[in-house]
């Protein structure tokens, strides 16, 4: 984690986890993923002011391979363990009210340590079925 509540969590060079603590903060507008992602995560910081020209986002056909998924921690304490995609464990990070992880790679599971109520964004849509994820056990 840098100093600033960032960190990026990776292994053997694949980046597995973006985490955005509750105290990071920045004068600019940043973009965490790497373009190629088929979810883009970033932080955008205005001031007073500022204005975003109107716009709307045009039909564009793209071919998702590979859900990303960021869940915002709107309440509580989460334990997140993450693992490669051989289901082999990396690494547990705590998140708490406030934060931010996105997803890249790899798997995942997650602890409840207190009640917690999380925001979760990714790629639909979602088939609720089997066929859209693998569950293993550790």
Same mark, same amino acid.
């Given at each position: 984690?840098?100093?600033? &509540?960032?960190?990026? +969590?990776? $292994?053997?060079?694949?980046?597995? !986890? +973006?985490? +955005?603590?509750?105290?990071?903060?920045?004068?600019?507008?940043?973009?965490?993923?790497?373009?190629?992602?088929? /979810?883009?995560?970033?932080? #955008?910081?205005?001031?007073?002011? $500022?204005?975003?020209?109107?716009?709307? $986002?045009?039909?564009?056909?793209?071919? #998702?391979?590979?859900? /990303?998924? !960021?869940?915002?921690?709107?309440?509580?304490?989460?334990?997140?363990?993450?693992?490669?995609?051989?289901?082999?464990? +990396?690494?547990?990070?705590?998140?708490?009210?406030?934060?931010? #992880?996105?997803?890249?790679?790899? &798997?995942?599971?997650?602890?409840?340590?207190?009640?917690?109520?999380? #925001?979760?964004?990714?790629?639909?849509?979602?088939?609720?079925? /089997?066929?859209?994820?693998?569950?293993?056990?550790?």
């Amino acid at each position: 984690m840098d100093d600033n &509540g960032l960190e990026k +969590i990776e $292994h053997n060079g694949k980046l597995v !986890a +973006i985490i +955005i603590k509750k105290e990071f903060s920045s004068d600019d507008v940043i973009f965490f993923s790497p373009p190629d992602f088929s /979810q883009q995560l970033g932080y #955008i910081s205005y001031k007073k002011d $500022h204005n975003i020209k109107s716009h709307f $986002h045009l039909e564009v056909k793209r071919k #998702i391979t590979l859900t /990303q998924e !960021a869940l915002f921690v709107r309440k509580g304490r989460i334990q997140v363990d993450l693992y490669t995609e051989d289901k082999e464990f +990396i690494t547990s990070r705590e998140l708490k009210t406030g934060d931010l #992880i996105f997803l890249c790679s790899g &798997g995942h599971g997650f602890k409840m340590l207190e009640d917690s109520e999380m #925001i979760e964004v990714k790629q639909g849509p979602y088939s609720g079925k /089997q066929s859209d994820k693998e569950t293993f056990e550790v």
